[in-house]
Every structure is written in C-alpha cells, then in structure tokens.
C-alpha cells in the first residue's frame, strides 16, 4: 500500500527532495540503458505505475528495492545519491568533487540529451566535435537562450 512520504517540514503532500532526486537518477539510468518503466517493473515484480511513483518522488524507494533497482539497472546503490541535496537543500558531492549543475541532469536525462550523448561520443575526430560544439553555441546564440541574454 502507498503511504504519504513526510520530508523534512513534515508535509505529507510534497516529496522530500532526496526522494526527488533519487527517482530522477533512476529515470537517468533507465532511459540510459532504453528500459522501459514497465520492463523494470516487471524485472522488479512491480506495476509500471510503482515506477513512475519512484521516479517522481512520490514513494519512497526502501533500501532493498533500492538494491534490487541497482542492480536491474547495472549501477551501484551510491549512483542514486550522486549530486544528491543535503540537508539544507545545498548539494552535496562526496571527496569535495565538483557538483554537476542541475540543468546538465536535466537535460541528460530527457530522450534528445541521451541520444546527443550517444552519437557525439561515437565521433572519434575532435575537429570535427569541436566544429559541432561551435554550431551548436552558434544556434543557442541566434536564440537568445538565457544563458548568454540573447546576445
């Protein structure tokens, strides 16, 4: 039976965003590795519907789901808290590396940000990845992304 997660202000509505983040890194991985929300469901015993909940935030994923989601998913338990928020919502690295900002996850984990990743590192000449890093700049400039202001 699904229960209200509480996070840290108590509040049984909205997610905690450890849970946020650690459903959004299972997303990651598994359209990293083209799985289908169902097909892990399946693989874990559970409705595509559970997945979805995990992803989002919404259940909380125990520490022996969690297990078995790393391995279907060919990664260590650790990947899933990469990055992850603190307990001041900072996030924190392990070792003092350096975090990797938010909008680089976000884009990595939607379809086109995978399927750029897998062709662009398939490319063996760097002349040419750096001539498509300096179209894709060119493109991003010409719209005003806010990045750059529109400049």
Do not use: C, W
């Not at 808290?81 to 690295?93: I, K, L, N, R």
């Amino acid at each position: 039976m699904a229960r209200a997660v509480s996070n840290a202000t108590g509040n049984k509505k909205t997610p905690s965003a450890i849970d946020v983040h650690v459903g959004s890194r299972v997303r990651l991985r598994r359209t990293m590795q083209n799985m289908s929300q169902e097909k892990l469901g399946t693989a874990l015993g559970i409705s595509f519907q559970q997945i979805q909940k995990y992803e989002k935030g919404t259940n909380r994923i125990g520490a022996s789901r969690m297990h078995q989601i790393a391995s279907a998913l060919e990664v260590p338990v650790s990947f899933f808290f990469e990055d992850a928020p603190g307990p001041d919502g900072e996030t924190v690295s392990g070792f003092g590396e350096a975090t990797t900002s938010d909008y680089v996850v976000d884009f990595v984990s939607t379809k086109e940000g995978i399927e750029l990743n897998r062709a662009f590192v398939r490319i063996t000449n760097s002349a040419i990845r750096k001539r498509i890093i300096d179209m894709v700049r060119t493109f991003a400039d010409e719209t005003g992304l806010p990045e750059n202001n529109g400049k």
